[in-house]
Nanobody
């Protein structure tokens, strides 16, 4: 059974930082694109950041460019989202996801999903 498990969410003040991690088990995702998505209450899910299987290509939503960094460690089947200068509008449930298609993930689609981790940014 494939599992994607997020960790690292929590409550932080505006301007603070958090690092999300996503660990996988049951399958090796080394040849998959990996990504982070989020969904705030009453809003549609949106893609936050995507990284290609090699790490050579990355995509960021305009709202997080310059503040968030996605990375991966294929040897450990883990990928990360470093979030700096957090804003209250970043408050959401964050999901990690994987898919064979990098391009699909950049348009908000993915085949495998984690359960989500809450990120709350207070003003």
């Amino acid at each position: 059974q494939v599992q994607l498990v997020e960790s690292g969410g929590g409550l932080v003040q505006a301007g603070g930082s958090l690092r999300l991690s996503c660990a996988t088990s049951g399958r090796t995702f080394n040849t998959y694109a990996m990504g982070w998505f989020r969904q705030a209450p009453g809003k549609e899910r949106e893609v936050v950041a995507v990284i290609s299987w090699s790490g050579g290509s990355t995509y960021y939503a305009d709202s997080v460019k310059g503040r968030f960094t996605i990375s991966r460690d294929n040897a450990k089947n883990t990928w990360f989202l470093e979030m700096n200068n957090l804003k209250p509008e970043d408050t959401a449930v964050y999901y990690c996801a994987a898919d064979r298609s990098y391009r699909s993930m950049t348009v908000n689609r993915a085949g495998s999903w984690g359960q989500g981790t809450q990120v709350t940014v207070s003003s």
